[in-house]
């Protein structure tokens, strides 16, 4: 089946700093890919995805970047705020019927004001 | 528009009882997930239904059973509750089944086995 990795497990950066957190993915197949930020109490919550097909996406302070040849995919956020920390977790996804999603074991991000 | 809401929130059980778990979705999403989180194991997938029917399982044991009725609210059963059965289980929503649509997280039920 699919195995994620995802680095580092705690990013600890100043305001204002970038943080970049990489995951890695074994199944080929996989092809939909998103980022969520979990709160404490909360229940994650999708910030930005990617699929196959696509190199890069942006939204605003948050980027992810996605190389299906090396099968590793980043999130990049600028500018980073206090209230960016927060655990995240990035996933991969097949498609089709069976599209059992895997998850990365997570980063607590910790933005120091 | 309300977001996926889950009950109980909190929920304490002794090794060996059984338990069940509801979830009512976003109104007219269709598919229903199940995930259970723990510190050791992370965020793993238990199983999806769509239109009242199990669409994909992930691998944990029988005593993890689920149901989904025909206004989309899923419900999860545990039986014979372990103590490793302690986690916090969440449930999300999408429009439809498969690999193309995102999906909406509830705030989770927080499952202590004594």
């Known amino acids: 089946g699919e195995n994620v990795e995802q680095h580092p497990s705690t990013l600890s950066v100043q305001e204002g700093d970038s943080a970049v957190i990489k995951c890695t993915y074994s199944d080929s197949a996989s092809n939909y890919f998103p980022w969520y930020k979990q709160e404490l109490g909360k229940g994650p919550q999708l910030i930005i995805d990617i699929r196959s097909n696509v190199g890069e996406k942006k939204d605003q302070r948050i980027a992810v970047t996605l190389n299906k040849t090396a099968k590793h995919f980043s999130l990049h956020i600028t500018e980073t705020q206090p209230e960016d920390s927060a655990v995240y977790f990035c996933a991969a996804r097949g498609a089709g019927g069976s599209y059992i999603p895997t998850f990365g074991r997570g980063t607590s991000l910790i933005v120091h004001p | 528009k309300a977001g996926v809401t889950q009950t109980p929130r909190y929920l304490i059980k002794t090794r060996g009882q059984q338990v069940t778990l509801s979830c009512s979705p976003i109104s007219g999403h269709r598919s229903v997930s199940w995930y259970q989180q723990t510190p050791g194991q992370g965020l793993q997938f238990l199983f999806e239904?769509?239109?009242?029917?199990?669409?994909n399982k992930g691998n944990f044991p029988g005593r993890f059973s689920g149901r989904q009725f025909s206004n989309s609210r899923s419900e999860m059963n545990v039986s014979t509750l372990e103590l490793g059965d302690s986690a916090l289980y969440l449930c999300a929503s999408s429009w439809t089944s498969g690999a193309r649509d995102e999906q909406f997280f509830g705030p989770g039920t927080r499952l202590t086995v004594l």
């Open positions: 239904y769509f239109s009242e029917t199990q669409r």
